[in-house]
């Protein structure tokens, strides 16, 4: 390789080694399977109140800027996440969905938000979703 180009694979490889660490801070919590089938339970549950995109509509938006500011103001984890919507969704029937139910739509929730898809499933009392902070 000559010289110019050896530098401008040394330049990529600096200016990529930040970007690699900022996405291993969000952890693989879910599997792929669980976010295709909490795609639909939110699209019949919830998007009629906080819209199909998860942008808000009568309720807060799920995804972004104004959920990351939310999610950081409580210190939310994913396990927290997970049981506030199992205990408190859909506001107007509460408990209506299964725990799986309620998972898939967590997971859904989560890959909107930038998280990656993993090998194990995400589940209330998770020990990995316990500790996984939610961020924008
Ligand atoms: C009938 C309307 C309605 C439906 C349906 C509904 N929600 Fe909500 N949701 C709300 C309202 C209103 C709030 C804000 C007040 C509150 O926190 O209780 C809220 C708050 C939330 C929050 C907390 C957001 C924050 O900014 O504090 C989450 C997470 C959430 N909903 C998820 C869901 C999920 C997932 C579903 C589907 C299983 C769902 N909601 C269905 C009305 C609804």
Redesign the pocket.
Known sequence: MNRPLLLVAAALFVAAAPLAIAQAAKPALYTDAQATAGAQ??AS??A???GAQLEGV?????KGA??GE?ATA?SMTAGA?LD??TN??????PGS?KPE??AA??AY?LQQNGYPAGTTALAAGSAAAKDAKVMP
Do not use: K
């Open positions: 339970a939110y549950s919830c009629a109140c906080h009568a309720a807060p938006a799920l104004p959920f939310m409580q996440l506030v919507i408190t969704m859909p506001q107007s029937d969905l139910e309620y739509v967590t929730i």
